[in-house]
């Protein structure tokens, strides 16, 4: 027969790491989305500007940014 006892052999995770890395993951997945509003916004408001301003067509703009 096989024992199933944790244990011996392997000590139970400690809580402080596995609250620590999730509170990571979090932190950053929020910042992505910050982060990518942030640029989103910056790149409306530059595509704006250059919409305003007598710029070269929204297609050579398209083509240096792709």
Known sequence: MLRFD???DHPPPRHQTTW???LGT???VIGGFI???VLGVGLAL???L?????????E???AIIA
Not at 51 to 57: E, F, G, L
């Open 35 to 37: 982060l990518m509003g």
């Open 26 to 28: 979090i932190a950053a």
């Open 6 to 8: 944790r244990g011996k």
């Open 60 to 62: 050579a703009l398209a």
């Open 50 to 58: 250059f919409d305003t301003v007598n710029s070269p067509a929204p």
């Open 20 to 22: 620590l890395s999730c």
């Open 46 to 48: 530059l595509l704006g």
